[in-house]
């Protein structure tokens, strides 16, 4: 998969609450060939501080237009939505494998993905992708106010069910946790789980997976450098060796990991 | 005017003076999305040793002020892996791949290294890593002792007519006194520096930052002391030099060049920017034609002081 | 809960734990608008000599990537002019003062300094520099010698009571030995790092950017160096460091102490933001209370790894 | 002179043509306290690239406000020229010792102002100051379009030649020949010269002062690392040794100076 090096212009930028941010880019070669899972590596300013670029999942993809989904929690995004709409950002992508699907039988079965905190951005886009299949979505956050894209998903056809640590909204618990419950009482058996959060989430996904022996999907991170392949700064363990989150991945197999 | 580019580094003969600095640039593979490969002066490998190294933990890089830190413990996948599966690509691009080896016991895996080597026609020289503060266990590096330098680099050089470079590190008392013995043990070029040893520790875990705790830092914090030390190589020996350390730019560059480095190395740029070597290449020859300059060797060690 | 910030370095009691770095912080009446002096941890001055030095000519300094260069020279005016014209500021200020002393021809100005400095009860200690990189004429610092170290320290040692703190030099291959050596020799504590070595250059003109060509690199740059060196110092030996270079803020700080430093130094900084050494006194505060730590001292070395 | 750090809020921003850029500040503290031929430092940036403070002439007061007027030449500079109206800037004032005047006999003389390039910055705020005399201001730049606030000078009253390098506007030479022909033809004979510019101007500019006696007092330029005398970064060659030009200048009287 070719990738990309351009200069994308900011077409909207919105502050959906909080530290979260919503932007457009008019990245047409990379919006062509974008698939769920994969990610831009962007250069929010061309002093030396900060220095690398910094990874972040495409949210969705609209004609030739890709949308992100941040939060502030560092020097890069904070000047990243310190920019303004017009205002150009150097970006690389579509970098990484993305999810696996369509090829397979799974096509047509139901789907459950699973989003802890900020890992609902590369899932919506897979949502959407997947739209002609039942897709239940779990949603976990800390609080209420840090749930996300709950009506987005609802508007791409998704049932939606969400877990709050502190049980101020939906099931009180971790979304992992949310996820035993719905699959001991088998109210949904789905085919593949896709999943995007915190480690520990993923590594009680991946569990939950094996138990139930179900295929899941699991998208990572690791601190990248480069985003390209090159650093070798990105490794994680898999039963194959170490892989490159921003090359192998960021989506592994549960299978194939070795925690 | 016409403007010439091209440099020697012993025999080895670049159509332009920038490389692209081992371990930052993959295998090329990495970057044939970016740019033509074949316009560079030259590439290095990723550094290779005898069998395949897994490297470090995770994590293995983090960001610092102006720079960053890794510690990748010369992950590679060992040279019968690399000859099969990555030098068939390099030896395509058609421009002098210069191979970077390491040893995790010395010397006979270098010379093991070496004479294999040897018998590869599409390597056109082979870099000495003997300044990795990566590979774990080891308290010392080979390029922070001039006797030792000079024994491994005179043994590898008994062994091998392919041009020699001895890569050194800045994490050393006097440079110039190293650079000489690689010089005298009959390097064919230093190229230098390597990453500086440092450390960062996340606060709130009280942890460092890269997992293996002390990592080497590159990028452009360090650059001022890899032109520094340059300049004091350049000054002491009479073999070329190919400086690199926080080169970004074409006045990064240039600063390299001008304090004697005959070519020059892009690392850590090659992360932010990677087309950025290729427009090095671009931006000496206007620096060039700018400044009415026939031959960029003109330039090397032309610093007024 | 109540914290306590107050550290000790031999029998020098701090009332916390951040100095400001000598040449940083002029004789501190350059700062006396910004901030209320007496509740910094303690003062060290700009170098002293015995005589007045004029120092290097100018341009002395340029930036570089998040730091600095400097080659100032070590101008001072002297011994005398400073005990008249700069002491009585600094005694009013009632703090600690830390006279750092630097000497052209070693040991005998070294002990003339420092047995005049005896006679004056509001030096509280004496910080030896022997890691200056920017005195003219000189090709190597006593700094960069395990030996030359232990001798000068043990003269010194020998003729004051005072506490004795030695600065080192980043510019060796191996830190953790000049430190030992600078312990054996009866050093109170060490103070580390002073600046590395670096040089930058203005590639149209074909200059060093700072007059003197090579030159001392400090700033938020080299702060992975050397917290990566006060780690090593803080393995290797009893006394406490001070540890310096590139504190910007209440995390960088925190970097050092974790690695090992009982008090740490601001310097490069202050020019950024004069009240900034206040604002990290703060900010360990704050640290302590939002970590449940008692006692500062818990968090030296704290580092997991 | 006590110094201030604030934060200032800019009111207005403009550019006036080019890379020059005129900007006004908030700062009441500074505003009360300045003199011509004093600087503000300022940090235009809360990351490490630039690492440094930039000093800018003040370049007028008017109530509560200060004026900067500069030219985009590197890093912090067009940083600095991005920033918007309302944004807040960190900075420290009044920085230097200012131009000497208004105590002597001088006051009620003939003054000569002359400006090359940028130099224009403080002489403006000075020729405010200076009003109730005869102003003969010299302004010089390479080139028409570079010439600076001539009109501004006009509008405070004060008498207005300019010189271009290459003739396109005025006595075709630099600003310094021009003086000498001023002086030569005794058609204005100033009590003091005022100047700040290039370091070859100003040298020529003492020469000439040394030449007809009179009494000259010039503003210099040095790389500053503080600002506020700490360093000892920026000093200059004097006839009583070295000084700082952040502290003991930037203003010398043209006889002290050992060039
Ligand atoms: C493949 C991939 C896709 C990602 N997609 C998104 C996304 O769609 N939306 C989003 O908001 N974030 C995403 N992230 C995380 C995002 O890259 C980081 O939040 C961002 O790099 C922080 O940069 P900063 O300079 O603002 O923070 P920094 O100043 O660098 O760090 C601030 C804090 O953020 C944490 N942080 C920094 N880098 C990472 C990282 N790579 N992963 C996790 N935490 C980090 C650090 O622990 C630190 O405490 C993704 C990361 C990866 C690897
Ligand atoms: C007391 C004083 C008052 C000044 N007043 C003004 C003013 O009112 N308006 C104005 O436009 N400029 C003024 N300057 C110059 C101004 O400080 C520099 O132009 C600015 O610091 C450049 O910063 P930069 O990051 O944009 O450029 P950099 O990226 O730092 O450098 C770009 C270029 O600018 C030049 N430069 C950098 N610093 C200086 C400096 N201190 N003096 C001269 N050239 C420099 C360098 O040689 C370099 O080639 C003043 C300087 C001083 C010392
Ligand atoms: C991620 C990373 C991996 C590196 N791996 C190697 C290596 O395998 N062998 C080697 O000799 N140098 C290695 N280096 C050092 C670079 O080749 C170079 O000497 C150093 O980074 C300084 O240049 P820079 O500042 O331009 O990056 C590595 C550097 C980085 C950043
Ligand atoms: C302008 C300047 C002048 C300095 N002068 C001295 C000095 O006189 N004596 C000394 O021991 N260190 C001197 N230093 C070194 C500092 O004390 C400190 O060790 C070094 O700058 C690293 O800390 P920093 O990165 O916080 O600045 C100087 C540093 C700077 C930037
Ligand atoms: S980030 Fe560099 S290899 Fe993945
Ligand atoms: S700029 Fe630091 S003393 Fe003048």
Redesign the interface.
């Known amino acids: 998969m070719k990738n990309f090096q351009l200069s994308a212009k900011i077409l909207s930028q919105k502050k959906i609450k909080g530290n979260y941010w919503h932007c457009e880019l008019a990245a047409p070669l990379i919006a062509k060939n974008a698939c769920p899972g994969q990610f831009i590596n962007i250069r929010v300013s061309d002093t030396y501080d900060p220095l690398l670029r910094r990874p972040l999942s495409i949210h969705g993809v609209k004609g030739t237009k890709i949308k992100i989904f941040y939060k502030v929690v560092g020097k890069a995004t904070e000047i990243l939505a310190r920019k303004k709409k017009g205002e150009l950002l150097d970006i690389i992508g579509p970098l990484g494998n993305g999810f696996a699907f369509g090829k397979r039988k799974t096509e047509n079965g139901k789907q459950i993905l699973v989003a802890g905190g900020m890992g609902v951005a590369p899932l919506m886009f897979l949502a959407e992708r997947l739209k002609k299949t039942t897709i239940q979505v779990l949603v976990g956050a800390r609080t209420r106010e840090e749930l996300l894209c709950i009506n987005d998903f609802k508007q791409a056809g998704c049932l939606v069910s969400v877990a709050t640590d502190d049980g101020s909204a939906g099931f009180q618990g971790r979304v992992s946790d949310l996820l035993k419950q719905l699959l001991q009482e088998a109210q949904f058996r789905p085919q593949t789980i896709y999943a995007c959060g915190p480690r520990l989430m993923l590594k009680a996904v991946a569990d939950m997976a094996n138990e139930y022996a179900l295929a899941a999907q699991l998208s990572l991170e690791e601190h990248m450098s480069c985003g390209i392949g090159a650093c070798l700064g990105c490794v994680v363990k898999t039963k194959g060796g170490l892989k490159r989150v921003c090359k192998e991945g960021p989506v592994f197999a549960a299978k194939e990991l070795a925690w | 005017m016409p403007t010439r580019l091209a440099v020697e580094i012993g025999k080895l003969k670049l159509s332009n003076p920038v490389m692209t600095a081992s371990?930052?640039?993959?295998y090329a593979e990495?970057?044939q999305?970016?740019m033509e490969l074949k316009k560079l002066g030259a590439i290095v490998t990723?550094t290779l040793t005898l069998k395949p190294r897994?490297?470090n933990a995770?994590?293995?890089?983090?960001?610092?002020?102006?720079?960053?830190?890794?510690s990748?413990g010369l992950?590679n996948p060992g040279l019968e892996i690399f000859i099969q599966d990555k030098l068939p690509f390099l030896k395509k691009i058609g421009i002098p791949i210069v191979m970077s080896i390491a040893s995790e016991e010395e010397p006979e895996e270098f010379l093991e290294l070496v004479s294999r080597i040897n018998l590869i026609p599409e390597v056109a020289a082979v870099e000495l890593n003997i300044s990795c503060p990566n590979v774990r266990g080891k308290n010392?590096l080979i390029a922070?002792d001039a006797e030792a330098t000079y024994q491994i680099v005179q043994e590898v050089r008994k062994r091998t007519d392919k041009v020699l470079i001895t890569k050194l590190s800045p994490?050393?008392?006097?440079i110039g006194e190293i650079a000489e013995s690689a010089e005298k043990a009959g390097s064919d070029a230093i190229s230098l520096i390597n990453t500086?040893?440092?450390?960062?520790?996340d606060?709130q875990?009280?942890?460092?930052k890269v997992s293996s705790?002390?990592?080497g830092?590159s990028?452009?914090?360090?650059?001022?002391?890899a032109?520094?030390m340059v300049?004091e190589v350049f000054n002491k020996v009479k073999i070329p030099v190919i400086g690199m350390g926080?080169i970004?730019d074409v006045?990064s560059a240039?600063?390299f060049i001008?304090?004697g480095a005959t070519a020059v190395s892009v690392g850590?740029a090659?992360?932010?920017?990677?087309?950025i070597s290729l427009a090095i290449v671009s931006g000496l020859k206007e620096?060039l034609v700018s400044n009415k300059i026939a031959d960029i060797q003109e330039l090397v060690g032309?610093?007024?002081?």
């Open positions: 371990g930052t640039f993959g990495e970057f999305d970016f990723k897994q490297g995770a994590p293995r890089t983090c960001e610092t002020p102006a720079g960053m830190l890794n990748i992950e010392s922070q994490n050393v008392t006097s500086l040893g440092g450390m960062s520790i606060v875990q009280r942890k460092p705790g002390i990592a830092l990028g452009p914090a360090i650059r001022p002391v032109v520094r300049w926080g970004t006045p240039l600063e001008i304090a850590t090659n992360f932010i920017n990677p087309k620096y032309s610093l007024k002081i």
